[in-house]
């Protein structure tokens, strides 16, 4: 009772007092109008309040890459050694087409027969691709974070935050250092001398966050239950206070079970946690599937936000598109009903977990879709290991949706109004019908009965026009026979043709309907066929789907 008359205590004078202070949290909703029906307390829009920040680790490096690590820094368990099945730090694979540089591995050759390259975050151009895949998805912001950086990956993780700056200028985005403290020996005065000597000079960068005027730094890993997180609350609401009286805005990446200081929380540290401005409580590992989220939104989320509206706390809940390899994230519905969920809560923020984390499996940045891009024989999960096709991009894509929802700029639903595929969704094909395909031009698309390259030039179709479609064993993929030959994209290395005679990755197509009354086919190598207006043999080189990329079945 006592606890009960403290609260609405505080409350009554937060609500007096709070609009004279300069981090006095107002009645207000994020983007100006009420929103999912319901006010929200909190600090006005910033950087971070009323936006999507992202987690991004940047820690990916490799052997002659030029930085001062010189290693396979994460992406393998012995970091001298080239990755490969048997040295592997990563749970999902990345897509990598869109970097200039890459490095080549011991894994075996991707399955549409390309060697396994994978990237280094030292390389200014794959920081740049990722910060522009922030841009066109409308992320607002990037944690980056920084362990403890006094031991040998030190001097990696200071360039790269040079490069996340430089990255963010040119972008548009924000960014600010997200301190991870586990496992640090001399956390006190090591976090204090290092925000002093080096991070302290980010915050003059146009692109660093700022909250309520203040530079934005977190710390994540205060009360943790466990033996890499061992300091007592007076150390952590040191470190918290110092960084406080340095003029910043502080956030604390948290246990998930804060508030009641029980589970995965120390017990005794709610002043740690009353301390910081703004909570974000981690969830990776607490829920896997849409029963969970509505679980913890009901039983712990709620409660979360009352009680950081009544003591003038930000809150800033994880959002994960879920763990891949353990086939967590049914195309995007986990991601999208946790979206759902905190925007009808009212939160303050939102925190993506993670950008870049591959080695979790948890990352929306650009993931193999499809098994022609993963090394043979790896067993990596790929995003459509659900018998539903998505494009390399689609938790990029996800994210600007949801985000688009938290900020009122699209109405509140339950229903993910993402395509899997751009421009269109796989379904299923007509297994066992005898089909014809027209392009653009009004004209079909021929085998040229095995004898040359296929063409989209016929005016009538007769038997070289018309194509048996197969199941080739392979969940949402089609084979095209005709004449007893398969269609071959010949991984777009060349012109297309319908000699093969055994199935095999090149013979294989995902069938994309377009919601317009057309198809499209994706090859093996992730680009769609296209009928080259009929003016030129047929490849499957295309990145995107326009008119040429399009036909009408059985017209």
């Known amino acids: 009772m006592i606890r009960k008359l403290q609260l609405l205590f505080v409350t009554l004078v937060f609500i007096i007092s709070g609009c004279n202070k300069q981090e006095a949290n107002t009645l207000q909703s994020l983007n100006g109008n009420k929103k999912a029906g319901l006010a929200t307390v909190g600090s006005p829009v910033g950087d971070v309040v009323g936006k999507i920040t992202v987690g991004y680790q940047g820690w990916f490096a490799a052997t002659g890459d030029g930085s001062p690590i010189n290693a396979w820094w994460h992406w393998t368990q012995n970091w001298g050694a080239s990755p490969s099945s048997s040295n592997n730090g990563i749970k999902s694979w990345p897509d990598v087409r869109d970097y200039t540089t890459t490095y080549p591995t011991a894994w075996a050759n991707l399955n549409n027969g390309s060697t396994a390259n994978l990237f280094s975050s030292f390389n200014d151009q794959t920081v740049n691709t990722q910060f522009s895949w922030m841009q066109q998805n409308n992320i607002d912001c990037a944690a980056l974070q920084r362990f403890n950086p006094t031991g040998g990956e030190g001097p990696v993780r200071d360039a790269i935050t040079a490069k996340v700056k430089t990255a963010a200028e040119t972008y548009g985005r924000k960014f600010y250092i997200m301190y991870d403290a586990s496992g640090w020996t001399n956390m006190q005065t090591e976090m204090k001398a290092d925000w002093t000597n080096k991070m302290s000079a980010y915050t003059s960068s146009s692109a660093y966050a700022k909250q309520n005027g203040k530079p934005v730094v977190c710390i994540w890993g205060f009360g943790f239950n466990d033996d890499n997180h061992p300091w007592s609350a007076s150390v952590c609401l040191d470190v918290i206070n110092w960084f406080k009286s340095q003029g910043c805005y502080v956030i604390g990446g948290v246990p998930t079970h804060w508030r009641d200081g029980n589970s995965d929380s120390?017990?005794?540290?709610?002043?740690?946690?009353?301390?910081?401005?703004?909570?974000?409580?981690?969830?990776?590992?607490?829920?896997?599937?849409?029963?969970d989220v509505d679980n913890f939104y009901t039983n712990v989320q709620t409660q979360d936000q009352s009680y950081c509206n009544s003591n003038g706390i930000d809150y800033q809940p994880c959002v994960l598109p879920g763990d891949l390899q353990e086939h967590q994230r049914v195309h995007g519905d986990f991601m999208w009903r946790q979206f759902y969920n905190m925007t009808r809560l009212g939160a303050q923020a939102?925190?993506?977990?993670?950008?870049?984390?591959?080695?979790?499996?948890?990352?929306?940045?650009?993931?193999?879709?499809?098994?022609?891009?993963?090394?043979?024989?790896?067993?990596?999960?790929?995003?459509?290991?659900?018998?539903?096709?998505?494009?390399?991009?689609?938790?990029?894509?996800?994210?600007?949706?949801?985000?688009?929802?938290?900020?009122?700029?699209?109405?509140?639903?339950?229903?993910?109004?993402?395509?899997?595929?751009?421009?269109g969704t796989s379904?299923?094909?007509?297994?066992?019908?005898?089909?014809?395909?027209?392009?653009?031009?009004?004209?079909?698309?021929?085998?040229?009965?095995?004898?040359?390259?296929?063409?989209?030039?016929?005016?009538?179709?007769?038997?070289?026009?018309?194509?048996?479609?197969?199941?080739?064993?392979?969940?949402?993929?089609?084979?095209?026979?005709?004449?007893?030959?398969?269609?071959?994209?010949?991984?777009?290395?060349?012109?297309?043709?319908?000699?093969?005679?055994?199935?095999?990755?090149?013979?294989?197509?995902?069938?994309?309907?377009?919601?317009?009354?057309?198809?499209?086919?994706?090859?093996?190598?992730?680009?769609?066929?296209?009928?080259?207006?009929?003016?030129?043999?047929?490849?499957?080189?295309?990145?995107?789907?326009?008119?040429?990329?399009?036909?009408?079945?059985?017209?």
């Open 266 to 291: 120390r017990a005794g540290y709610i002043s740690v946690y009353n301390a910081f401005n703004m909570l974000s409580p981690w969830m990776i590992g607490r829920i896997g599937n849409v029963s």
């Open 350 to 423: 939102i925190y993506i977990s993670m950008f870049d984390e591959y080695n979790e499996g948890n990352q929306i940045a650009k993931t193999a879709p499809n098994s022609s891009l993963i090394p043979a024989g790896s067993g990596f999960v790929t995003l459509d290991e659900d018998g539903t096709a998505c494009s390399s991009d689609y938790y990029l894509r996800l994210t600007g949706d949801g985000g688009k929802m938290f900020k009122g700029q699209i109405a509140l639903t339950a229903t993910r109004p993402t395509a899997p595929i751009v421009g």
């Open 427 to 555: 379904i299923p094909a007509p297994y066992g019908s005898v089909i014809t395909l027209k392009s653009s031009n009004n004209l079909y698309v021929s085998s040229e009965d095995a004898t040359t390259h296929m063409n989209a030039n016929r005016t009538v179709a007769q038997g070289w026009e018309q194509f048996t479609v197969v199941n080739p064993g392979t969940s949402g993929k089609v084979t095209l026979q005709n004449s007893g030959y398969y269609v071959c994209s010949e991984n777009g290395t060349q012109a297309m043709n319908c000699n093969r005679t055994a199935i095999g990755p090149w013979e294989q197509f995902d069938w994309i309907d377009n919601g317009d009354g057309t198809i499209s086919l994706r090859g093996n190598n992730g680009a769609y066929v296209s009928s080259e207006g009929g003016t030129a043999n047929m490849t499957c080189t295309r990145t995107t789907i326009t008119a040429t990329e399009k036909f009408r079945v059985n017209q």
